[in-house]
């Protein structure tokens, strides 16, 4: 696996603004390809005090809590990666879990928002 600020391949990374309806609860949206081939994509995110509303290819999206350490994420080959960064503090009351619950956590979005976190209008 490569790893993200390490040597070798690198996944482009690149963050968007939210349209300004969002712009209260967000700091952006992102959006990552990881490399093709080997056995997938090791990136390292760093504490930034935000939780993250995550999608990974197919994947179901996830809802990556605020972490006290970094966290190494195991991303498959060729997958295009997306999410929206909360501002901290923020993620609790939009998404209606505690700030415990989401400390150094990652929750599938179907368990806070139920059937409705995965349609795809």
């Known amino acids: 696996m490569a790893i993200a600020d390490g040597v070798g391949e690198r996944a482009p990374y690149r963050e968007y603004p939210v349209a300004p309806a969002l712009s209260r609860p967000l700091v952006c949206v992102w959006a990552q390809r990881t490399p093709p081939g080997g056995g997938g994509y090791l990136h390292r995110v760093l504490p930034d005090g ?4 995550v999608c990974v290819g197919d994947l179901p999206p996830v ?6 350490r970094a966290v190494m ?20 009351a939009w998404l209606g879990l505690g700030v415990r619950e989401l400390l150094n956590a990652t929750v599938p979005l179907h368990d806070l928002w139920g059937a409705g976190a995965i349609e795809v209008g």
């Open 50 to 53: 935000c939780a993250d509303i």
């Open 63 to 68: 809802v990556a809590g605020p972490a006290m």
């Open 73 to 92: 994420a195991a991303l498959p080959p060729e997958a295009l990666v997306v999410g929206a960064r909360f501002r901290p503090g923020l993620a609790p």
